[in-house]
């Protein structure tokens, strides 16, 4: 993206908020049947503990990702209505005519038809462009162009 802190959707955050509960929770569960430098039994045993043990390193580390990510929004601020970028909301017309506005998140929602993911080929060509401006983008179906119309800040709960 532009290298700073990202802002962050309304939805993105609360996914993350969500997925930060359940992965705390896990790593309660899993740092609970750690024998905490006891010696373990067999060798069956000692397997079974490090495993616990490197399940808990990646718990660790997804938690303090999820941290980061929201630190990060937190100190960026609303999603910009100049540049396009993550949690913006744009209105588009493409090469064909057809207008709609769309949502630029970090996550993909099944459920929301009007998001596309900062890594997509359209949202990624979107990402610093202003009102006014036609970008050409390669979609899966050939290169095409598109004109940003207007950019909005966070497209709100979805």
């Not at 996914?15 to 049947?33: G, K, M, P, S, W």
């Not at 937190?74 to 999603?79: L, R, T």
């Not at 209505?81 to 709609?100: K, M």
């Amino acid at each position: 993206m532009n290298g700073g802190p990202e802002p962050i959707s309304t939805a993105a955050r609360k996914a993350l908020e969500q997925e930060l509960a359940e992965l705390r929770t896990e790593r309660a569960t899993v740092a609970a049947t750690l024998n905490g430098g006891d010696e373990v039994g067999d060798r069956a045993d000692r397997a079974d503990e490090l495993q616990r043990g490197t399940e808990l390193d990646h718990l660790d580390t997804r938690i303090a990702e999820i941290d980061g990510r929201l630190r990060e929004a937190d100190a960026a601020g609303a999603p910009s209505t100049d540049a396009v970028g993550v949690g913006s909301t744009v209105s588009v017309r493409f090469a064909d005519g057809l207008e709609t506005t769309i949502r630029i998140s970090e996550f993909a929602e099944a459920e929301d038809r009007t998001l596309v993911t900062a890594d997509s080929p359209l949202g990624g060509a979107l990402l610093g462009h202003h009102a006014g401006e036609t970008l050409t983008y390669d979609p899966p179906g050939g290169r095409t162009t598109v004109l940003v119309l207007s950019v909005g800040g966070d497209g709100g709960e979805s």
